[in-house]
C-alpha cells in the first residue's frame, strides 16, 4: 500500500502503516503465502463459482464474488443479507480454509484484536474497469469486530471517506500481499474502490482478487 499521507519510511520492522485509529495496513503481509491462497480461492470457487450479483436497485454488480465460511453476502432484488446457502448452488457455502481464517486472525492480533472469529469470508474478483462504489459496511450485527482485507494481484485504488457519504476522501493504492485491518472508529468509514486499470499479474492474470473476513450473527 502506499499512502502518500503517510509514507512507510521503510523504518518500521514489521512494515505496518497506521492509516486511522482503528485501521492498520500490514504492508506485503501475505507474500510468503500468495500462491498458497491463491489456490485456496480456486478451491473454493470450483464450487461456489465468481458470480455478478444483482443490486437492490436492479444493476449488475461490476465485480464478481463468492464466498466461504458459515455465512455468505449476497446481493439480489430483495436486498443484501448474509445467508448459510449459496443462492447459485442452493447448497452451504464452502468451508473457509484453514490458512485463510489463520492469516486473518494472525493479521487482527497484530493489528490488536485478540478474539477474532470470522465466520465469513467474502470473495471479490476485479477485471479491468471493475469498481465499487462508495459504501459502509453495516450489514453485519457485531460491529464490534473488526474487517480484515487481504489484497491480491493487480494493485487497486482505494477510496476512504468519512463517517458520512458526503465527507472528504483519501485515495491509496493497495498492493499485492496487502492486508488491513479496520476496527474502531474506522469500521463504518465508507469507502469503494476506483475502476480496476487493466494490466498482468504473474499469480491472478488480469485481476485484481479482494477477500474481506468478517464477523456477524445470522
Ligand atoms: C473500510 N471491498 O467487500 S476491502 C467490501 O477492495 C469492500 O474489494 C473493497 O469494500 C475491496 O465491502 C475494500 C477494504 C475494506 C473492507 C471493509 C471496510 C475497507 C473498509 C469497512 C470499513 C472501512
Ligand atoms: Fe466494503
Known amino acids: 500500500m502506499n499512502f502518500e499521507l503517510f509514507k512507510n519510511d521503510g523504518q518500521d520492522p514489521l512494515q505496518q502503516l497506521r492509516i486511522g485509529p482503528g485501521a492498520l495496513c500490514l504492508n506485503e503481509f501475505l507474500i510468503l503465502d500468495d500462491a498458497a491462497i491463491i489456490s485456496a480461492v480456486q478451491q473454493v470457487t470450483a464450487i461456489s463459482p465468481f458470480r455478478h450479483l444483482i443490486t437492490p436497485g436492479g444493476k449488475k454488480m461490476s465485480v464478481a464474488m463468492s464466498n466461504c465460511g458459515s455465512l455468505g453476502w449476497v446481493s439480489d432484488r430483495a436486498g443484501y443479507r448474509y445467508q448459510a446457502q449459496d443462492p447459485l448452488t442452493n447448497r452451504a457455502w464452502p468451508v473457509m480454509p484453514a490458512l485463510l481464517l489463520r492469516l486473518a486472525q494472525k493479521a487482527a492480533l497484530q493489528a490488536g484484536y485478540e478474539n477474532f472469529q470470522p465466520n465469513v469470508c467474502l470473495i471479490n474478483r476485479y477485471e479491468t474497469g471493475a469498481r465499487m462504489g462508495l459504501h459502509q459496511d453495516r450489514d453485519e450485527r457485531n460491529l464490534t469486530a473488526p474487517i480484515v482485507s487481504f489484497s491480491l494481484g493487480l494493485p487497486a485504488t482505494f477510496i476512504w471517506g468519512g463517517l458520512e457519504r458526503t465527507g472528504k ?34 499469480l491472478t492474470g488480469a485481476c485484481r482478487i479482494n477477500i474481506t473476513f468478517r464477523q456477524t450473527g445470522t
Open 169 to 202: 476522501t483519501r485515495r491509496f493504492v493497495l498492493k499485492h500481499g496487502d492486508v488491513v485491518v479496520w476496527g474502531g472508529p474506522d469500521r463504518l468509514r465508507f469507502h469503494g474502490v476506483a475502476p480496476l486499470k487493466s494490466g498482468h499479474h504473474e
